[in-house]
């Protein structure tokens, strides 16, 4: 199965134009929190997507998870950290320690926003909303170590709390109060369909390639679905 996932800031990953320049390769595409959450961090999400039905095959899935535009979206850590900035400008920046561009907002999706985006190249087969954004907490804690407090070593102690409080969120349906979105589409793309070859590539999407991988993110949406 060949498969890839992608995040602005994918840990060590290759750009998403590198894993193959040729349509119709990859069975699916996952841009999800665990390859950086990738789609709300740049300015033309509708671009990556675009990129993602031209690699993926007729039938193709892809997997998004982003932000959910709820009542818990005030929680974010990214979008916290820049209101305090404004206040306190003494502060440092966030440029180079999260993947947002600087003063750039961490953007929340409704879900009709998202199913907007996909269609009509993309058929929604599943939706799943879940948590409340208790990692947020722990990120502006991590957030806070590592930029007013300069104590990167006591962020990187903090950081697998994250990862944990992650987890745990992840596993309550929330519905219109999550802080989770995630859906997961078939590509609509006909069989007999040409290469979109003038496609342009997002810059600064980056992926990495991944033998093994979609089951597990698929089967926890599954888990969630409301």
Known sequence: MAFAHGGKHAFGGRRLRQIDRRADRLDAVSLSEFSGQLI?????PERVLEEAYRVLRPGGTIIVSVP???????????NV????????????????????EEDGEHHHFRLQELQ???EPQFTVDLIARTGVGLQELV????????????????????????LIAYLLDDLLPT????????????????????????????EGASAQTNGTG???LRGAIERNQP
Do not use: C, N
Not at 40 to 44: C, D, K, P
Not at 68 to 78: Q, S, Y
Not at 142 to 154: E, N
């Open 175 to 202: 519905g219109r109060f999550a802080y989770h979105l995630a859906v997961r589409a078939q590509s609509s793309k006909p069989a007999s369909e040409p290469s979109a070859a003038h496609a342009r590539i997002p």
């Open 214 to 216: 979609g089951s597990g």
């Open 81 to 100: 950290y820049r209101a305090v900035r404004k206040r306190r400008p003494s502060w440092p920046s966030l440029e180079g320690v999260v993947g947002t």
């Open 139 to 162: 990120t502006l804690s991590i957030l806070t170590l590592r930029t007013p407090l300069h104590a990167p070593g006591l962020a990187r102690v903090v950081m697998p709390l994250h």
């Open 68 to 78: 959910h535009h709820g009542p818990t979206r005030v929680l974010d850590a990214v």
């Open 40 to 44: 709300e961090h740049v300015g033309a």
């Open 116 to 118: 907007e985006m996909l």
